[in-house]
């Protein structure tokens, strides 16, 4: 067996002691309340060859967190690289004027995703027949997500094509809780909350999320679709078109929204590319089980060992330089300058 140690720690200086005491070369951190320790202990990090602090939306937040530009340049000279998965997580650099500093420190990664077994949900088992073009949506069941959007894109969708399209809604929450009220149209399947998403993509012909979250930013239930084979209809906000494009191409479609309303009509038109199962389907079918690869957390770790290790050459690099009395070298971790 392999063991490993785990300390709980909420103090800088203490934090300090145990890189030191055990000799820790490599950080990867992903907490702005742990990213922001330089700003309490300067030289908490100084130890390390390489600090990866990974950004995931807290401090976005400015005032929730009481992010400052003397905290965050603080920060940034303990780190080696900044990893961000969305586009957005870089909004406080910029707006603090601290971006130019550390720009070249940055890399986009992916979350990464054990890939689950799939276990198709049967058609037959929720009353959906075998021919009808299906349509799901796993989401938080609030309105901002675009529930009920989405169940008129489908009824108009089915209006205009004459088709039998189906939808399958999976989550709970207020909408949810409202539609088993008050009831939803006969080609609405509503699943509540289930731990097999993955099977209900399995079940369908094609992924949908219609959100209009402002906080929107990488959503793992597309990946969830991406695993079960199946191509996405959604709208553009954070990082969604990246998640769903690879070289270029959309792994089916993602439309923009009308001052954050979702436009009814050009989804519709959009989903009826699709529903006939032709070229254009089967293409983004197949980009759809290309893109699912990189997010398998198999390759994403390679991606943090390929980071890490470069961090730590070239800090053990400008190390034995500044050593050496190299002129314009100096001590320190690699990117602190």
């Not at 940034?76 to 900044?82: E, K, L, P």
């Not at 009220?181 to 993955?198: K, Q």
């Not at 402002?214 to 990946?223: A, C, H, N």
Request: charged fraction near 25%.
């Amino acid at each position: 067996p392999i063991y490993v140690p785990v300390i709980e720690t909420a103090d800088p200086q203490t934090t300090k002691t145990l890189i030191d005491d055990f000799g820790i070369e490599v950080l990867n951190s992903h907490q702005w309340y742990i990213q922001r320790y330089p700003f309490l202990c300067p030289d908490v990090f100084d130890q390390l060859l390489c600090h990866a602090a990974s950004l995931h939306g807290m401090i976005e937040y400015g005032n929730d967190f009481g992010v400052s530009r003397e905290e965050l340049l603080a920060a940034d000279r303990g780190v080696s690289s900044w990893v961000y998965t969305a586009d957005k997580n870089l909004g406080p650099f910029v707006q603090l004027d601290v971006l130019e500093y550390s720009k070249s420190r940055f890399i986009k990664l992916p979350n990464g995703m054990e890939p689950p077994e799939i276990k198709p949900i049967q058609r037959h088992e929720i009353g959906i027949p075998e021919e009808a073009f299906v349509l799901c949506c796993v989401s938080r069941a609030i309105p901002e997500k675009g529930w009920a959007e989405t169940v008129a894109v489908v009824e108009k969708a089915r209006a205009l094509s004459g088709r039998d399209i189906r939808l399958i809604l999976v989550g709970n929450g207020a909408v949810y809780e409202e539609y088993c009220r008050s009831g939803i149209p006969d080609f609405v399947y509503l699943a509540g909350f289930s731990e097999n998403s993955v099977g209900h993509y399995a079940a369908a012909d094609m992924g949908i999320m219609l959100t209009r979250f402002k906080s929107e930013s990488f959503p793992l239930t597309i990946v969830d679709c991406l695993f079960a084979g199946k191509p996405y209809l959604a709208t553009d906000v954070g990082e969604i078109r990246n998640i769903l494009t690879s070289a270029g191409q959309v792994a089916g479609e993602v439309l923009p929204l009308d001052d954050w309303t979702v436009p009814i009509d050009a989804v519709s038109q959009a989903l009826l590319a699709y529903i006939d199962k032709g070229d254009r389907y089967q293409e983004a079918t197949r980009l759809a089980q290309k893109i699912a690869h990189q997010f398998r957390i198999d390759v994403v770790i390679q991606d943090y060992i390929k980071l890490f290790k470069e961090d730590a050459l070239a800090s053990r690099t400008k190390r034995s330089k500044a050593a050496n009395n190299d002129p314009g070298e100096s001590g320190g971790s690699a990117g602190l300058d």
